[in-house]
């Protein structure tokens, strides 16, 4: 019987959290005091990345997602690759309840490395960050590397990138997540809906936060000479923050057969879908596990 999965948690290997404290410029650690441009200091809890605690609270398959917001994925490659190569070491030492999604440079692209990496038997996709994704442009230039995971027949998860250095710092702990974070998730989805599917025919790929919930905009779309089209039955939506309102929404546009889990734990905790059984199953197991592997449901 298939498991139940989480598609998006967060936890920092040791290597990387020790990366992240060598450095003096954001995304930088001052000890579990987290530093990046655009966002107040960030307290951390070190529990929340003990992979032996967090193992404890988990039954399903959970697959683990650099944090894109640090804005590691675009630092110059000098600094990049040592958190990067931090990050995919862990992949060595996960308990076989967890996976994790692959993070690519993007000044620089290792496209070689990067197929290698997505080789590894506890890699079970792409993470990208929304920000790469910001304009039809822009996914034409990433085009490339996403070209990496569909040759290896596994998905693409786009995060939320960083809130970036114009974001004030006098606002709550919460604002980028409800403003910045959900623009990128649109604005994403959006250049996907314009040009992904035409540049990677097969590709499967997943927008975390149900894409800011671009597809319930799509009346307005219409209204200003676009269209949603058919649904592309490869294209997922991940759940985490948002609950059963938000969720019945995207199902009456999208069907149920694109949503699948994801929880954001730690910054997040799992929704409780309280929903029929064959409802449940779909978000928590069938869907997942197509994203991850494609084929017959």
């Known amino acids: 019987m298939k498991r139940s999965v989480d598609v ?3 936890l920092w290997p040791p290597a990387l959290v020790e990366e992240l404290r060598r450095r003096r410029q954001p995304p930088y650690l001052d000890g ?3 530093h990046l441009d655009g966002e107040p200091p960030y307290s951390v809890d070190p529990a929340d990345h003990d992979l032996t605690r967090r193992a404890e609270q988990e039954h399903r398959l959970v697959l683990l997602s650099l944090s894109s917001p640090l804005g590691i994925e675009s630092l110059a490659p000098v600094e990049a690759y040592g958190l990067l190569d931090a990050w995919h070491g862990f992949a060595d030492d996960l308990p076989a309840d967890y996976g994790l999604w692959a993070a690519p440079a993007l000044v620089e692209p290792d496209l070689d490395g990067l197929t290698k990496t997505l080789a590894h038997d506890r890699v079970h996709g792409l993470q990208v960050p929304a920000t790469a994704l910001s304009t039809p442009a822009a996914l034409e230039a990433l085009a490339p590397v996403l070209a990496t995971a569909q040759q290896a027949d596994l998905p693409v998860l786009v995060h939320p990138g960083p809130a ?4 004030p710092t006098d606002v709550p702990n919460w604002w980028p ?5 959900v623009a990128q998730q649109s604005a994403a989805w959006h250049s996907w809906h314009v040009a992904g599917r035409s540049l990677l025919p097969t590709l499967r790929i997943a927008f975390v936060a149900l894409a800011g919930l ?9 209204q200003r000479g676009g269209s949603l089209g058919a649904i592309d039955r490869h294209v997922y939506y991940e759940t985490s923050s ?3 309102q938000a969720i019945d929404a995207m199902s009456r546009v999208v069907g149920v057969d694109p949503l699948v889990n994801g929880s954001d734990r730690p910054y997040a905790e799992p929704t409780d879908l309280g929903r029929s059984g064959a409802l449940s199953r779909a978000i928590l197991v069938a869907n997942p596990h197509h994203l991850l592997t494609g084929g017959a449901r």
Not at 214 to 222: G, K, N, T, V
């Open 242 to 244: 948002y609950g059963t």
């Open 177 to 181: 997540a409800l403003t910045s974070y």
């Open 8 to 10: 998006h948690q967060h």
């Open 214 to 222: 671009a597809p319930l905009h799509h009346e307005r779309l219409a």
């Open 164 to 167: 970036g250095p114009s974001t």
């Open 32 to 34: 579990w005091v987290l």
